[in-house]
């Protein structure tokens, strides 16, 4: 988890791990495990709409327009 205002979608949003609201990121991750193991298929990081509508905020961390809803 990620705690500074200059890391790719850090904002103040509900975190599970935090038990609240804090400065973090907030991820999805898809994974496919068997018995004999697991493997990451695919994650996102989730932007929050004030974070995603920052254009001077995308253009510090280098997350282009169109990774942006």
């Known amino acids: 988890m990620k705690s500074s205002p200059d890391a790719v979608a850090a904002a103040r949003q509900y975190s599970g791990s935090v038990g609240g609201v804090d400065l973090c990121q907030v991820a999805v991750h898809l994974t496919f495990a068997t018995s004999a193991g697991h ?6 990081l ?22 942006t809803p």
């Open 39 to 44: 493997c990451l298929i695919d994650r996102r």
């Open 46 to 67: 989730y932007f929050t709409k004030e974070w995603a509508g920052d254009d001077e905020g995308r253009e510090l961390t280098g997350v282009p327009d169109e990774r």
